[in-house]
């Protein structure tokens, strides 16, 4: 059973930067490529930022130039490093697989940005 874990949101302001972190726990085997996404209030959960197992990466426009997401392979984390933030980059993160199936969801972090 994987079990993901997401940390490193808060609030800040516009044009500010987080960093957010994904462990996940289980079998490694099942760690391929891995997405964070994103859920605001009212809206579907979008996928942001896509790194594959062997560290390709691939972007949504929305947040391209802004966001870079990273993994160790190790540490069976995947980072989102969030820079010149918007207010409409308001949501709560997740991440999880590229594709279905899904591993269970996380809680996700929330992150905030104010104007």
């Known amino acids: 059973q994987v079990q993901l874990v997401e940390s490193g949101g808060g609030l800040v302001q516009a044009g500010g930067s987080l960093s957010l972190s994904c462990v996940a726990s289980g079998r490694r085997s099942d760690f391929n490529g891995m997405s964070w996404y994103r859920q605001a209030p009212g809206k579907q959960r979008e996928s942001v930022a896509t790194?594959?197992?062997?560290?390709?990466?691939r972007y949504a426009d929305s947040v391209k130039g802004r966001f870079t997401i990273s993994r160790d392979n190790v540490k069976d984390t995947v980072y989102l490093q969030m820079d010149s933030l918007k207010p409409e980059d308001t949501a709560v993160y997740y991440c999880?697989?590229?594709?279905?199936?899904?591993?269970?969801w996380g809680q996700g972090t929330q992150v905030t940005v104010s104007s």
């Open positions: 790194i594959t197992a062997f560290g390709s990466t």
């Open positions: 999880n697989a590229v594709v279905p199936p899904f591993f269970t």
